[in-house]
C-alpha cells in the first residue's frame, strides 16, 4: 500500500489538492456513495488512493478527519460492499490497502489504495450492468465510460481473443480471393 505516500503528502503539503491518482471525500455524514464510482474509475484506469477524512474546498485540502468509531464501522461496512456482488461486480482489493491513519489527538483518516486491476477483472463496475456502472478516471474527476470502452475491456478481458484464434482445416482456399486481392483502382466507376 502506499500508505507512507499518502501519509507524507498530507503531513508534508495539506494544501496538495486533488489528482490523477488521489480522491478525497469528508465521510463526516457517513460513507459517501460515490466512493464506489472512485473504486471503479481507479480500478479501471492505473489506480489511487481515496482518503476518507478529508475534504476539498477551493482546490485544496482541510482534514476533517473521523472518529476511531468511524473508522472502524466505514471499514466494516466497506468490506460488506466491496464484497457484494450486487454493489460491485468484484472486490480487487487486500486487507493490507485499507488502513486507517492517526493524524492527531482522536482523529484518524481511512485511506483506501485501488490498485489497477489486471485486464482480465475489466471492467470493475458498480451495480449488475456493466455498461451502466463502469468508470474511467480522467484528472481529477470520474466518468462512466462509453458502451464502446466497456466492450472493449470486455473484449480484452477474454481468454482467447476471436482474432487470435486458428482455424483447423481451412487453407487459403477458403479465402474470398476479392477480400484479400490489392483494389484496381482503374476498375472503379464514379457516379
Known amino acids: 500500500m502506499k500508505e507512507l505516500d499518502i501519509y507524507e ?10 489528482s490523477y491518482e488521489l ?11 460515490s466512493l464506489w464510482e472512485t473504486y471503479s474509475a481507479f480500478a479501471n484506469s492505473e489506480g489511487g488512493n481515496i482518503v476518507l477524512g478529508i475534504t476539498e474546498k477551493d482546490e485544496i485540502l482541510h482534514i476533517d478527519g473521523l472518529s476511531e ?7 466494516h461496512d466497506f468490506w460488506n460492499q466491496a464484497n457484494n456482488k450486487g454493489k460491485v461486480n468484484t472486490n480487487i482489493l487486500s486487507e ?7 493524524i492527531g489527538t482522536d482523529q484518524f483518516i481511512l485511506v483506501i489504495y485501488v490498485p489497477a486491476a489486471d485486464y482480465r477483472s475489466k ?19 470520474d466518468y462512466l465510460c462509453t458502451p464502446d470502452e466497456v466492450r472493449q475491456m470486455i473484449a480484452d478481458a477474454l481468454p482467447q481473443k476471436p482474432d487470435f484464434r486458428i482455424l483447423d482445416n ?5 479465402l474470398d480471393e476479392r477480400s484479400i486481392s490489392p483494389v484496381s483502382y482503374t476498375h472503379l466507376t464514379l457516379p
Open 9 to 18: 503528502i498530507l503531513d508534508d503539503n495539506q494544501l496538495l489538492g486533488e
Open 23 to 33: 480522491e478525497c471525500k469528508s465521510a463526516k455524514g457517513g460513507m459517501p456513495g
Open 69 to 75: 468509531a468511524q473508522v472502524s464501522k466505514y471499514q
Open 96 to 102: 493490507q490497502q485499507v488502513k486507517s491513519i492517526p
Open 123 to 141: 471492467p470493475v463496475h458498480i451495480g449488475p450492468d456493466p455498461l451502466r456502472g463502469t468508470y474511467k478516471r480522467n484528472h481529477t474527476g
Open 170 to 174: 481451412y487453407s487459403l482456399e477458403d
